[in-house]
């Protein structure tokens, strides 16, 4: 069959059990049959919503707590599937002095790999790199959604690992084979799990602290919204914290973007937990239209069906 030019233009390369990808018309590209998977379960999860009316009167909207402005994707799951949501954020991004270091940095000396765990990372790497004058660049990114902010700022060659989490990343990226440098953006809370790793295998990482996360404000509404609450996600520690010195966490059901997030949540003392198993949006809004049909379903049996 006939290969458009523009397809022979897409370039993947296995990097262990991770993927090299490389800009192309439609993005970034991912493993075909992780993306019929992932059509074929959202196509499954459109027909459950209209099953279980998720918008209908009595159903819990569900609060968003990442900081203002990242909300959007699970925003526009949820409510294309009829669920009513609330945007709460929890933390705020405040940019540090490493990130005014980060385009001299990266004109002036020569790493194999640039590191981004969060989309915010990947945020002040990008505008780093176009101030350097967009010098020839491999960056590792946690995820696709990190990856694509990356990719919208210019960006091409990009290793995405096989699971959007950090350790699954320093496993995953190549071995060393050039200078083994590694440029590490980061915030200032993030363990050393990733910079400990990559050591391990021969890497030799400068971390710099590129931002931190700070508790959002809230108003009085606010609060009483967040008490209120039956259905709460958390995208990374940092929110979950915030949440658990403010708001109940033996209520809600915190439905998690990933594991770490999960794992924060139990040492926080959060009662009900859920995640999915593979980090991202997608498989996180599914969560929340499970546990969103476990209420109905648990509502409706406390009915009264009795004469």
């Known amino acids: 069959?006939?290969?458009?030019?523009?397809?022979?233009?897409?370039?993947?390369?296995?990097?262990?059990?991770?993927?090299?990808?490389?800009?192309?018309?439609?993005?970034?590209?991912?493993?075909?049959?992780?993306?019929?998977?992932?059509?074929?379960?959202?196509?499954?999860?459109?027909?459950?919503?209209?099953?279980?009316?998720?918008?209908?009167?009595?159903?819990?909207?569900?609060?968003?707590?990442?900081?203002?402005?990242?909300?959007?994707?699970?925003?526009?799951?949820?409510?294309?599937?009829?669920?009513?949501?609330?945007?709460?954020?929890?933390?705020?991004?405040?940019?540090?002095?490493?990130?005014?270091?980060?385009?001299?940095l990266l004109k002036d000396e020569e790493w194999e790999w640039v590191v981004v765990t969060s989309p915010e990372g990947a945020k002040i790497i990008a505008q780093a790199w176009s101030s350097a004058g967009s010098p020839p660049l491999s960056v590792a990114a946690v995820g696709s959604a990190t990856g694509k902010v990356l990719q919208k700022e210019g960006?091409?060659?990009?290793?995405?690992?096989?699971?959007?989490?950090?350790?699954?990343?320093?496993?995953?990226?190549?071995?060393?084979?050039?200078?083994?440098?590694?440029?590490?953006?980061?915030?200032?809370?993030?363990?050393?799990?990733?910079?400990?790793?990559?050591?391990?295998?021969?890497?030799?990482?400068?971390?710099?602290?590129?931002?931190?996360?700070?508790?959002?404000?809230?108003?009085?509404?606010?609060?009483?919204?967040?008490?209120?609450?039956?259905v709460v996600t958390f995208g990374s520690p940092s929110a979950a914290k915030v949440w658990a010195a403010r708001a109940p966490v033996d209520t809600p059901i915190a439905v998690c973007i990933g594991g770490t997030s999960a794992r924060a949540c139990e040492s926080l003392g959060f009662s009900n937990i859920e995640h999915p198993e593979k980090p991202g949006v997608a498989t996180w809004a599914e969560v929340v239209f499970r546990v969103l049909e476990r209420i109905k379903h648990d509502d409706h049996d406390d009915g009264d069906d009795g004469v």
């Open 155 to 230: 960006m091409s060659d990009i290793f995405v690992p096989s699971k959007a989490h950090g350790t699954t990343l320093s496993e995953e990226l190549p071995a060393p084979c050039k200078s083994g440098r590694i440029l590490y953006a980061v915030s200032e809370l993030a363990n050393q799990d990733v910079e400990d790793l990559l050591g391990k295998r021969g890497y030799q990482v400068e971390r710099v602290d590129a931002y931190t996360t700070l508790p959002a404000d809230w108003t009085a509404e606010d609060k009483k919204l967040a008490e209120a609450a039956r």
């Open 1 to 104: 069959s006939h290969t458009s030019p523009t397809a022979l233009a897409v370039a993947i390369v296995l990097g262990i059990a991770g993927l090299r990808l490389v800009l192309s018309d439609r993005g970034i590209v991912g493993a075909g049959i992780r993306m019929r998977t992932r059509a074929a379960s959202a196509s499954a999860m459109r027909g459950a919503a209209a099953t279980l009316g998720f918008g209908d009167k009595g159903m819990p909207t569900v609060l968003l707590t990442r900081e203002k402005g990242k909300n959007e994707k699970l925003r526009k799951r949820l409510e294309e599937r009829g669920v009513r949501v609330v945007e709460l954020p929890c933390i705020m991004a405040q940019e540090l002095g490493g990130a005014k270091e980060l385009p001299k």
